[in-house]
């Protein structure tokens, strides 16, 4: 869950004013040609995916569409998806905005500890969590109980964000509520609140757009969503016009979502003059409703966690036996690693020219390019696939279909978003004013690239490759339709297992791939502790 | 001997001139300022020095050399022996103060004794380990003046260093880096818009307004003799009241005053502009020999008050501004009489009555 870095970093204090960075506009370079073509073209294969549902809808004309748009399916569809999809949002909302404020702003004992436990499942591909459901308790399905594991398993989403935003907002905006004659609740419902907002409203798209993207764990619950029937009337139905038009009406859920979002931030900004808040602010008392609250947390951590690894644990020492034909964990791991490492790399190099573009030579053309490489966030997975699969079948005779390169090329769209994020932070590490002073040092320019640049960016870099590393190896949907013919990944293998009920067999995959997802996570989080505007805050 | 001659050069982004025919020399192991506005194109000024910009027209010459001449020459910045200090200090945030000190030597040189003798001089010695976010606005600035000058260059130039300080530090630090400057014997050019900055620390001052310097003097001779009333305005506070020249002085409300300078009357009387400064407005009790005023404002700063007096005659400037050192025996309200002492600066007036240059 990917976007949880993301935006954890969209909300952390703003940077400092980039030392020595020239007053921008007067004196803007020249934009060099070879960079902006570079930019223009990630750009246009990033949009390739929208641009293909557009175009054959477009050809398929509005008499073919119709049929397939409005039965009683979509309706059934829709009413489902942006119903669980409500639910699940609001109920992470006020999971994980009053998780964030127990462990930030009161005195909950073992708040460490529970900062950690509760982040954790963030990490647990989604499917693998209703798998741990499932498998334990197999009556579970249907709304309620999506409903269930889905906030248990996204509501760090929201946590992260809000819990980044608590520690930065300037507590004395409370004291200054309380000191106008404010209780603690209205405190917290017009101060508190007012500051976490955007942070929140953040975490919550990001939590509608994993539940309109999501397949593998509806799947495995039963519960039929726009990507599940998507799915099946690709694989199973062979239906590519149908799959066409529900993936339209998806995509259009999504960009709602996302332009919602930027509605709601366009008004207000949260200012603090003075820099960052040093001041640690006093721990509200939690008194008499103490013991409530931990119970609270024992119960969250407990079913977001606690099932899903309890379940993983227990069938890898119950083991099992299958009929399927055993493919070594070893070489499953080995696909997994491979094929994230190189989207990870495509990825985080396709982003360097735009992240370039919009540091250093800001314009309004390096701004549409940036933008619109975010629209690819409103593209679930599946349909990224799906439009790949199509564009390979009918202008290429299924030139690549089901190849490395096809398979590398959709992970590299899908995240690229992320890695743009962490690319464009790292390339802000290093102001032209650095390179300027150095040079006037007596420095070379390749000197100065070498000894000042690269330094300063590689973090941030290493970074981007990390995130779009760790989104892969837990990645399932696209997977499933691009993996080349006898690969198998962790994912699809775990797949394969639970699919035919050999929980057993299924078991090891799910707990290697959370490993391996582990060590970028750990690295990831190090590099954001690191970003100047922490370490000056901690200086 | 000059270390920086500039000729005639032009500068614009887009449609915006920002420099229109800039003419500038500094001497070898001056300090000289370079005051204006904001928005003058000061920094810009010292980025075409720096070599980080190119000019559009005119020369820049560097001990001799030609390093910007559009058409002719060009030398990069890292050939220039030039020093930069940017406005932040602009550490290198992911070296050390050693590090950071030494980036511009050579390999072997890096971990010398240069290092060291340079971390003695701005009494940090012990602090060469830390990272630049460890340091204090104040040891920044002072590291980023010693990286500049660890290459011995032959001209270091200063982009406000103290803007971005406290108030309370900036003295000091103001004081140690033309100790510094002095000790390395460099020549150095700092840009500034603040007027008491450049006229306490600089040798020479250039002020710099619409694109071109319009007077660059001494830091007295541009206080006493400056060039017009803006320059007048710009260093330094002052009352600018109308008068008649005649022989050599100058008639006003105040009575007939010397006039200091070049400022002799042509044939017959002319029309002027007076420049006289606060601390030459002198107040003495009422109902003795001056102007007739009352007190309208003080403002006490310790080491003098600045005394605004309501003039009750006609002058030309119904508020006059007086410096006063020691006790001011004068209430707000209370009756004064004011004189004015000393040589001041006039300007004829043109006949259209709107331009004013100075005295011939």
């Known amino acids: ?539 | 001997m000059t270390e920086l001659a500039i000729t005639d050069l032009h500068k614009s982004f887009g449609t915006n001139a920002v420099l229109t025919g800039v003419d500038l020399t500094v001497p070898t192991g001056s300090l000289t300022a370079i005051l204006g506005p904001s928005g003058s194109g000061k920094t810009t000024l010292l980025r075409l020095i720096a070599g980080f910009e190119r000019i559009d027209r005119g020369t820049i010459t560097l001990g001799g050399t030609v390093v910007d001449a559009p058409g002719s020459a060009w030398v990069a910045s890292e050939r220039r022996r030039i020093g930069y200090v940017p406005q932040e200090g602009s550490l290198f945030p992911h070296l050390t103060v050693r590090k950071n000190i030494g980036f511009g030597l050579p390999r072997g040189a890096r971990d010398g004794g240069r290092v060291d003798e340079l971390l003695e001089l701005i009494g940090m010695a012990g602090l060469g380990g830390r990272y630049p976010h460890q340091l204090s606005g104040g040891q920044q600035q002072r590291v980023a003046l010693v990286r500049a000058l660890a290459t011995r260059p032959d001209l270091v130039l200063l982009d406000e260093p103290f803007s971005a300080l406290d108030p309370s530090l900036r003295a000091g630090v103001r004081a140690d880096v033309r100790r510094l400057l002095r000790a390395a014997g460099a020549t150095a050019l700092l840009v500034t818009h603040d007027q008491d900055e450049a006229l306490s620390l600089a040798d020479r001052v250039a002020v710099i307004r619409y694109g071109r310097v319009c007077q660059c003097d001494t830091p007295q001779g541009l206080y006493d003799d400056p060039t017009d009333t803006e320059v007048a305005g710009f260093v330094g506070e002052a009352n600018l009241v109308p008068g008649v020249l005649v022989n050599g002085s100058v008639r006003t409300a105040f009575g007939e005053l010397p006039c200091h300078c070049r400022a002799a009357a042509r044939n017959g009387a002319s029309d002027a502009v007076v420049l006289i400064r606060p601390e030459q407005v002198k107040l003495c009790p009422a109902g003795q020999a001056g102007l007739c005023g009352r007190v309208l404002e003080r403002e006490y700063h310790g080491h003098d008050s600045v005394i605004r007096v309501q003039s009750e005659e006609e002058t030309g400037a119904s508020v006059i501004l007086a410096r006063i050192s020691g006790q001011v025996p004068y209430a707000v309200g209370c009756p004064v009489a004011v004189t004015v002492e000393g040589p001041v600066v006039a300007w004829c007036v043109e006949p259209d009555g709107s331009q004013v240059r100075r005295a011939p």
């Open chain 1, 1 to 539: 869950m990917s976007a949880t870095v993301l935006r954890e970093h969209e909300s952390a204090p703003p940077l400092p004013p980039n030392p020595g960075a020239p007053p921008a506009p007067a004196r803007r370079r020249a934009t060099p040609r070879l960079l902006l073509a570079a930019g223009v073209l990630a750009a246009l294969v990033l949009l390739l995916p929208l641009a293909f549902l557009i175009l054959q809808a477009a050809q398929d004309g509005w008499s073919a569409l119709h049929p397939l748009l409005f039965r009683s399916l979509t309706a059934t569809l829709l009413w489902n998806t942006v119903s669980l999809t409500a639910v699940v949002t609001v109920l992470c909302a006020v999971i994980g905005t009053l998780a964030a404020w127990c462990v930030e702003r009161t005195d909950l004992p073992g708040r460490r500890i529970w900062a950690v436990l509760v982040v954790i499942p963030v990490g647990i591909p989604d499917f693998v969590t209703s798998f741990g459901w499932k498998s334990i308790f197999p009556s579970l399905g249907g709304f309620w109980g999506a409903a269930l594991v889905m906030s248990l398993a996204v509501y760090p989403l929201v946590y992260l964000p809000v819990a980044a935003s608590l520690r930065s907002a300037d507590p004395a905006q409370e004291e200054v509520a309380r000191s106008l004659g404010l209780g603690r609740v209205r405190t917290f419902w017009r101060v508190t609140l007012a500051q976490v907002k955007v942070a929140a409203l953040g975490g919550c798209v990001l939590v509608a757009l994993v539940m309109l993207a999501e397949y593998g764990a509806f799947e495995i619950l039963g519960f039929r969503t726009f990507t599940t029937e998507i799915y099946t009337e690709f694989l199973t139905g062979f239906n590519g016009p149908a799959a066409c038009a529900l993936s339209l009406v998806l995509v259009v859920l999504s960009i709602f979502v996302l332009t919602g979002e930027g509605l709601s931030r366009g008004r207000g900004r949260q200012a603090r003059t003075g820099g960052l808040a040093a001041r640690v602010p006093r721990p509200h008392r939690l008194g008499r409703s103490k013991l409530a609250v931990l119970a609270g947390f024992f119960a969250l951590v407990g079913l977001a966690l606690g099932v899903p690894v309890g379940a993983i644990v227990y069938w890898m020492l119950h083991g099992g036996t299958s009929t399927l034909p055993s493919v070594s964990i070893l070489s499953a791991a080995w696909h997994t690693v491979f094929y994230a490492a190189a989207a990870g790399l495509v990825a985080t190099l396709a982003a360097l020219p735009i992240a370039i573009l919009s540091v250093r030579h800001p314009g309004r053309m390096s701004s549409v390019l940036e933008r619109s490489t975010y629209l690819v966030l409103a593209v679930p997975g599946l349909v990224v696939a799906l439009a790949l699969t199509y564009v390979s079948e009918r202008y290429a005779a299924g030139f690549l279909y089901q190849s490395t390169a096809m398979l590398i090329l959709a992970y590299a769209i899908m995240f690229f978003p992320l890695a743009l994020v962490a690319v464009r932070a790292s390339v802000a590490q290093a102001p032209p004013g650095l390179e300027e002073v150095g040079r006037s040092l007596g420095r070379s320019r390749l000197e100065v690239l070498w000894r000042l640049t690269m330094p300063l960016v590689a973090p941030g870099l290493a970074a981007a490759f990390c995130l779009v590393f760790l989104e892969v190896v837990t990645e399932l949907t696209a997977t499933l339709v691009l993996i080349p013919t006898g690969a198998q990944t962790l994912a699809t293998q775990f797949w394969a297992f639970q699919s035919n009920i050999s929980y057993g067999q299924a078991a090891p995959y799910a707990g290697l791939m959370i490993l391996i997802a582990a060590i970028p996570s750990y690295v990831l989080g190090r590099w954001f502790d690191r970003l100047p505007s922490r370490a000056q805050a901690s200086a």
